[in-house]
């Protein structure tokens, strides 16, 4: 319906403005994404027109990146790649149960997400066979341990833990600042004896790509212990074949993806595709670019540096919008979308 009426407005305008004009032509397509106009009106006046773009990242980063997309006259699309769930299995949580049994034994717990959060929480609950989160914080308090944790999950530490975090990252969701921010509470005695717990997503022991925050603390001389709390898997294919119809249609301009393992899962999930997908690629952080530089030997059109910071990409995606739109201004001609095979 919006396209229709976008569609009538445009044919209005060119009504109006034909008889001051000497020629005037205008083409929207069926997905919005290529016009081209001429002799002004309200479409040429557009600095930029919605933008249809895949999400192709956990809930977390869809959830916030949507609204800011759209707030920016941007449609989102969200097709979830992976799902996380608590893990369940005793033997994957061996890690994690000596950690918190031994918590006092910590001068730090960072918690990377919401789930991570959630999944401790869970499992807390059952060791103790406590459903009482105050009870449960009021033992985390006795342990002297620091909870920190990022903004935008700062909500979910006392209902799911019974505890208000310590340190908050100073930044919006960075895990990097976080880190900053854990070197400058250790002060002047320094991090050489500092220890730290990370619950986190299950996955190889040599595969801490993406982890930069915690190069920092090592770097500084703490010792890191990461404890696997939730799984992340790859969704069903087949629950993804309209978005990836839409996809090799052409029906979305960009790809967003916001980590490397985003990008890998992409391809994992469709090995043996023998199609081409005509789009844009932006990508979070210098790491997720290069994965999506390397997997689909082309450079990615928008990577924002400072992993992890949402804003930032959505004022990229808005710029590169921006330019493209008034590069040809007398014309508003959208760039070609470059293919790339699967």
């Known amino acids: 319906m919006g396209d229709a009426l976008i569609k009538n407005r445009w044919k209005t305008e060119r009504m109006t403005t034909s008889s ?16 081209v106009a001429s002799g002004g009106g309200w479409l040429a006046d557009q600095a930029m027109l919605p933008r ?29 790649l992976v799902t996380t769930a608590p893990l369940d299995a005793e033997r994957e949580l061996e890690v994690l149960d000596e950690g918190l049994l031994r918590l006092s034994d910590y001068r730090y717990m960072i918690f990377p997400a919401r789930v991570a959060i959630e999944s ?15 009870l449960i914080g009021t033992m985390l308090r006795a342990s002297g341990t620091k909870f920190c944790t990022l903004a935008r999950d700062a909500i979910a530490m ?15 969701s960075s895990l990097d600042g976080l880190a900053e921010q854990i070197v400058y509470d250790a002060g002047t005695t320094g991090m050489s004896n500092v220890t730290v717990l990370f619950p986190t997503f299950a996955t190889k022991a040599s595969n801490r790509r993406g982890l930069d ?16 709390a939730y799984s992340m898997q790859a969704t069903d294919p087949i629950a993804l074949e309209w978005e990836f119809g839409l996809l ?16 890998e899962t992409f391809c994992l999930l469709f090995p043996n595709a023998k199609y081409s997908i005509s789009c844009w690629i932006a990508c979070l952080g210098v790491e997720t670019g290069k994965a999506a530089r390397e997997i689909f030997n082309r450079e990615p ?20 919008f921006l330019e493209a739109t008034s590069a040809r201004k007398g014309g508003l001609i959208i760039p070609s979308k470059p293919k790339f095979s699967l």
């Open 20 to 35: 001051s004009s000497s020629s005037s032509s205008s083409c929207v397509s069926a997905f919005g994404v290529t016009v």
């Open 52 to 80: 249809r773009l895949m999400l192709l990242c956990p809930r977390e980063q869809a959830s916030r990146l949507a609204p800011r997309l759209v707030e920016r006259d941007m449609r989102p699309i969200w097709c979830p």
């Open 120 to 134: 401790v929480g869970l499992r807390l609950r059952k060791m103790l066979d406590l459903e009482d989160t105050t």
């Open 158 to 172: 006392k209902p799911s833990l019974g505890v208000l975090p310590d340190l908050v990252s100073p930044r919006d």
């Open 213 to 228: 925050f915690i190069q920092i603390l090592e770097d500084n001389g703490a010792t890191v212990t990461v404890a696997p």
């Open 248 to 263: 090799r249609s052409g029906g979305i301009d960009f790809v967003v993806f916001t980590s490397p393992t985003d990008v």
């Open 301 to 320: 059109e928008v990577v924002t540096e400072g992993f992890d910071s949402i804003q930032k990409i959505v004022n990229d995606l808005e710029e590169f």
